[in-house]
């Protein structure tokens, strides 16, 4: 839960940064209705609002909007077009969209599996702070998915993403641990 408020805040962050573009402020309006910000949460709405958002080329309404895609929130369940806007979100730099576009490499959602293509995403969001990404990465290094095997690389990683309380990094040390 931690590493979802982390994530929360993180978007905050970026969208208090933005200029208010009309792309930005929909992004936020479709955020309060999806995550009940002094709202009931809304999917329909703020799938509405992401996707005008995402339209308009605005990185955290296309990460949200694939969000809805994936998971069927305001919209049926769509994996290419979760893939779609997720990637268009990546390629503008959003963290949060750089590990999801490299989960969708990693298991095939909406586009063919390839480790290889899955690790260098991970590598991108990791690089820049994300712990989910920076678990991803480990595992990668681990399990030697989309490159070889190293143990001191995936401890790393980690405890990159355990020393943010990504509970699942947490988990892999001890399993690491335990496993020496």
Same mark, same amino acid.
């Given at each position: 839960?931690?590493?979802?408020?982390?994530?929360?805040?993180?978007?905050?962050?970026?969208?208090?940064?933005?200029?208010?573009?009309?792309?930005?402020?929909?992004?936020?309006?479709?955020?309060?209705?999806?995550?009940?910000?002094?709202?009931?949460?809304?999917?329909?709405?703020?799938?509405?609002?992401?996707?005008?958002?995402?339209?308009?080329?605005?990185?955290?309404?296309?990460?949200?909007?694939?969000?809805? !895609?994936?998971?069927?929130?305001?919209?049926?369940?769509?994996?290419?077009?979760?893939?779609?806007?997720?990637?268009?979100?990546?390629?503008?730099?959003?963290?949060?969209?750089?590990?999801?576009?490299?989960?969708?490499?990693?298991?095939?959602?909406?586009?063919?599996?390839?480790?290889?293509?899955?690790?260098?995403?991970?590598?991108?969001?990791?690089?820049?702070?994300?712990?989910?990404?920076?678990?991803?990465?480990?595992?990668?290094?681990?399990?030697?998915?989309?490159?070889?095997?190293?143990?001191?690389?995936?401890? !790393?990683?980690?405890?990159?993403?355990?020393?943010?309380?990504?509970?699942?990094?947490?988990?892999?040390?001890?399993?690491?641990?335990?496993?020496?």
């Amino acid at each position: 839960m931690k590493s979802f408020i982390t994530n929360i805040l993180f978007f905050l962050f970026v969208i208090s940064a933005y200029s208010q573009s009309d792309g930005k402020s929909l992004a936020i309006e479709g955020m309060n209705y999806y995550m009940g910000n002094g709202k009931s949460i809304d999917y329909n709405k703020a799938f509405s609002y992401f996707l005008s958002s995402a339209k308009q080329g605005d990185m955290v309404g296309q990460y949200f909007l694939g969000l809805c !895609y994936y998971n069927g929130q305001g919209t049926a369940k769509n994996q290419s077009l979760a893939f779609e806007w997720f990637k268009k979100s990546a390629d503008q730099g959003c963290p949060q969209a750089e590990c999801e576009t490299g989960y969708c490499y990693y298991m095939g959602i909406g586009v063919e599996s390839d480790m290889h293509i899955a690790f260098k995403w991970y590598d991108r969001s990791a690089q820049k702070g994300y712990s989910k990404a920076q678990y991803f990465l480990g595992d990668c290094y681990f399990n030697g998915e989309g490159v070889n095997c190293d143990d001191e690389r995936a401890k !790393y990683w980690y405890k990159k993403a355990a020393d943010q309380g990504y509970e699942a990094a947490k988990d892999a040390l001890i399993r690491m641990k335990e496993s020496e």
